[in-house]
Nanobody, 120 residues
Framework: QVQLVESGGGLVQAGGSLRLSCAAS????????MGWYRQAQGKQRELVAG???????NYGDSVKGRFSISRDNAKRTMYLQMNSLKPEDTAVYYC??????????????WGQGTQVTVSS
């Protein structure tokens, strides 16, 4: 069984910073593409940032220049450094990953989400 567990969310003032982490656990053979998504109340879930197993990154237009995604493959952990936060960044942030388990097939997994609230 595979689990993705996010941490690092919380309440921060506009202009502040937060660092989210996503740790994968289980009988994992490999982790391929990973990403952060967010869903604000009443809105659709959207891609924040993605990162391949080789470290190639992509970002949503609204976070370019402010957010930075990274991963530590040895620790099976992904990070999202969020700087210059704005009230419109308020959302539940979800970790997503394509994972292949030992002796099994690959599939897409989601974390349970972590709340980020930016006050004005």
């Amino acid at each position: 069984q595979v689990q993705l567990v996010e941490s690092g969310g919380g309440l921060v003032q506009a202009g502040g910073s937060l660092r989210l982490s996503c740790a994968a656990s289980g009988i994992i053979f490999s982790i391929n593409d990973m990403g952060w998504y967010r869903q604000a109340q009443g809105k659709q879930r959207e891609l924040v940032a993605g990162i391949t197993s080789g470290g190639r990154t992509n970002y949503g237009d609204s976070v370019k220049g402010r957010f930075s995604i990274s991963r530590d493959n040895a620790k099976r952990t992904m990070y999202l450094q969020m700087n210059s936060l704005k009230p419109e960044d308020t959302a539940v942030y979800y970790c997503n990953a394509d994972i292949k388990v030992v002796g099994g097939f690959g599939r897409n997994y989601w974390g349970q989400g972590t709340q980020v609230t930016v006050s004005s």
